[in-house]
């Protein structure tokens, strides 16, 4: 089972798939100029009983480029040996499905793991080499930190992953601090423009909730959940401080609008009606309460049952 955190890591690349080619030149890997970037099934068992999946795969179609290439996405949250049988796997089996050159990107939160995943994989003996495979890699160290909100805001996609790649660094609190700030400034609008190249898609994704899924349990998620507490949900039902912030200042709008109500009918409002009021965070009820404001002679009528 993948932990919500390692989901995020390569699935932000499927909200933004024009994310591959602004990130990977910060890290010194040139990415070929292209006309589309486009998901692919990540099933990539053959009919045998053994099932071989990969976290994410694209394929890049590249302009001027018959075919394009693959591009297969791996979240690794810590070395394992076994991942070099699956990752050669990964390509060897790519590349006769599609007959296209595969490159393997491998996504890590710390700089030991990154480190480790940067390694070629050797395939023979000692008196010949089969197979080397060069996996990229995005992560700590091999990315800029981005501390500045004017970075931030002109391309929130990459300060995002950026967030994301450096749960574990000390800094993370100014790292959160400069990526809340540039989210900020496109509060109204989180899909790009021509400056920032950002994808069509990534109007469908609140950055804000994808990088508190993606900081995992623990301190980090906690400040992200205090900062973000002004933000509107884009996924109704998912629990997030997102859609909490925005629940709360729904029913505190609603309470203040039948108080103001009663107020200005010259209804007086005891006490205890006025906290009852106030302390209510379910919507509908006082969406109920606010109808019943209009007619009521008396404000302990708002709470009489039908």
């Excluded at 490159?103 to 197979?131: N, Q, Y």
């Excluded at 990459?158 to 601090?177: E, N």
């Excluded at 994808?199 to 959940?225: C, F, M, N, S, T």
Aim: net charge negative; aromatic share 8%; charged share 25%.
């Amino acid at each position: 089972m993948v932990s919500s955190p390692h989901e995020a890591m390569h699935r932000i690349f499927r909200a933004d798939p024009g994310l591959f080619a602004r990130l990977l030149p910060r890290a010194g890997i040139h990415f070929p100029e292209h006309t589309e970037i486009e998901p692919l099934d990540t099933d990539l068992t053959e009919i045998r009983p053994l099932e071989r999946r990969v976290d994410s795969l694209f394929r890049v179609h590249v302009t001027d480029e018959e075919g394009g290439f693959v591009l297969a996405v791996e979240s690794q949250g810590k070395p394992d040996r076994d991942k070099h049988n699956s990752w050669t796997y990964y390509l060897a089996h790519m590349y006769a499905k599609y007959r296209l050159p595969p490159f393997l990107l491998v996504v890590c939160k710390d700089k030991a793991t990154a480190a480790w995943a940067a390694e070629p994989i050797r395939v023979g003996r000692a008196f010949h080499t089969s197979i080397v495979v060069h996996p990229l890699v995005l992560g700590p160290g091999t990315l800029p930190v981005i501390t500045e909100p004017e970075e931030a805001a002109q391309d929130v996609g990459v300060a995002a992953f950026s967030a994301l790649a450096y749960t574990k660094d000390p800094g993370l609190t100014a790292i959160l601090d400069a990526l809340a700030s540039g989210m900020a400034d496109k509060a109204e609008k989180s899909k790009g423009t021509a400056e920032t190249g950002e994808g069509a898609d990534v109007d469908r994704v609140d950055w804000a909730e994808i990088v508190e899924i993606g900081l995992g349990e623990g301190p980090g998620r906690d400040y992200w959940r205090h900062l973000m507490a002004t933000y509107s949900p884009n996924f109704p039902g998912s629990n997030t401080i997102v859609e909490e912030s925005w629940l709360e200042g729904r029913a505190k709008g609603k309470a203040e609008d039948i108080l103001h109500i009663l107020d200005v009918r010259g209804i007086e409002v005891s006490n205890s009606v006025r906290e009852r009021v106030t302390a209510c965070t379910d919507v509908d009820v006082l969406t109920t309460w606010l109808d019943r404001s209009l007619t009521v002679s008396d404000a302990e009528d708002l709470f009489v049952e039908e």
